[in-house]
């Protein structure tokens, strides 16, 4: 049979024709395409700027299906899940990004910092630690080394946040000299609920000459020396607390008292007491003063004086209360009501406030419980701020 080329010849414009409209309907699409994804990425912006973040979502998740190799897109969409506490979507957003073996490296290390903090959010602390060591060398790392703080603070891995905290004060990344004293402090606190007191002292005395003027290394070593029977020891160590951290008298004026009396230093401490007074007026260095000068044989009428002076220099109801607590009224058959009603009201006076975010506590925090924040409560009390 012979062959027709006629068909050929009839056949080769056919096909040409048919790839042009081919090639021609597959520019057209990506034209569509290309079109589609910058309204969607564009319409994503503008409902993040009117704050309609679950439209901002959906517009962002129509641009990754337009253009999927597109990063930008996927680190919006994972950062607008972690803003809405969609953990999970959000983890599963930057896991994708770093299986993507065409991800540049400044993407790569940008993703996995996105995930630690993915992971920081849910609460996933192993899970963090993990993606932030991963950190380590990157332009992440000094960011890497503040989450590790934080988590393992939450965690109280006083140890590793110890580590940490070394690293980042060797990197210049500030002083954390103050921070990695609270370390050992919580450290020698555990040792010392668990019986071991040397083990404690070592520590706190490796907190002292960390941060030299931080009060509260100084303190707690003070306070075990008295446990120990070394009243002389913390009765020195609590007055040089007095020189090297003068704002934090208040929380130094009853333990150096009580120090004092047991080691038969009462007059000099009184005196630096006063002469502190004067300077500075505290209703702890007032504590203070009158205990010793209990001690030391003055009358009650002089001792309580103080209070009266106090109430000269200021309006102070805590003092008022303390004063008329010794007084016999007019009416005393009617004094317990009173002096009831007013340790009641002076309850919230005596309370000492964080400074960061208001939490108020009966004692004194080095760290805030509400927000975690160190050094933020003052040493005065409500009353005095």
Same mark, same amino acid.
């Given at each position: 049979m012979d062959f027709d080329l006629s068909w050929i010849l009839l056949g080769l414009p056919l096909a040409f024709g048919l790839g042009w409209l081919a090639s021609r309907l597959d %520019?057209?699409?990506?034209?569509?395409?290309?079109?589609?994804?910058?309204?969607a990425y564009f319409r994503g912006l503008n409902f993040l700027l009117n704050e309609q973040q679950d439209q901002a979502i959906d517009a962002?998740?129509?641009? &990754? !299906?337009?253009?999927p190799d597109t990063s930008e897109l996927h680190f919006a969409l994972g950062n607008l899940f972690r803003r809405r506490g969609e953990y999970e979507r959000a983890v599963r957003v930057h896991e994708h990004l770093l299986s993507r073996?065409? %991800?540049?490296?400044?993407?790569? !290390?940008?993703? !996995?910092? =996105? /995930?630690? %903090?993915?992971?920081l959010k849910a609460g996933l602390l192993d899970r963090?630690?993990?993606?932030? %060591?991963?950190l380590e060398g990157t332009p992440f790392e000094a960011q890497a080394r503040l989450a590790l703080l934080a988590n393992y603070e939450r965690s109280r891995d006083w140890p590793q946040a110890a580590g940490i905290a070394r690293k980042l004060d060797n990197s210049e990344s500030g002083s954390f000299s103050s921070r990695l004293a609270h370390y050992l402090c919580e450290q020698a606190a555990a040792h010392l609920a668990a019986g071991e007191a040397s083990q404690a002292r070592r520590l706190l005395e490796q907190a002292v000459e960390t941060a030299p003027a931080a009060p509260r290394p100084r303190?707690? /070593?003070?306070?075990?020396l008295s446990s120990q029977g070394d009243h002389a020891a913390a009765c020195a160590l609590l007055e040089a607390t007095l020189r090297a951290a003068p704002a934090a008298t208040p929380l130094v004026a009853a333990p150096l008292a009580q120090a004092a009396i047991a080691c038969g230093r009462t007059l000099p401490v009184l005196e630096q007491f006063k002469a502190n007074y004067e300077l500075m007026p505290? $209703?702890?260095v007032l504590?203070?003063? &009158?205990? $010793?000068? =209990?001690? &030391?044989?003055?009358?009650?009428?002089?001792?309580?004086d103080w209070y009266v002076r106090h109430l000269e220099r200021e309006p102070s109801l805590v003092a008022a209360a303390k004063w008329i607590a010794g007084e016999k009224l007019e009416h005393e058959q009617f004094h317990p009501q009173v002096q009831r009603a007013l340790d009641h009201a002076v309850k919230p006076l005596t309370r000492y406030r964080c400074a960061a975010c208001g939490f108020e506590a009966k004692q004194h925090f080095w760290q805030c419980p509400?927000? !975690?924040?160190?050094d933020s409560y003052p040493a005065r009390r409500v009353e005095e701020l």
């Open positions: %520019l057209r699409q990506l034209r569509i395409e290309n079109r589609q994804t910058p309204k962002f998740i129509e641009a &990754v !299906q337009h253009d073996g065409d %991800l540049s490296e400044a993407d790569r !290390q940008r993703a !996995q910092h =996105a /995930l630690a %903090l993915d992971f963090a630690e993990d993606a932030l %060591l991963k303190i707690e /070593l003070a306070r075990l505290s $209703l702890d504590e203070a003063i &009158v205990a $010793l000068e =209990a001690t &030391v044989g003055g009358n009650g009428g002089t001792t309580r509400g927000c !975690q924040t160190w």
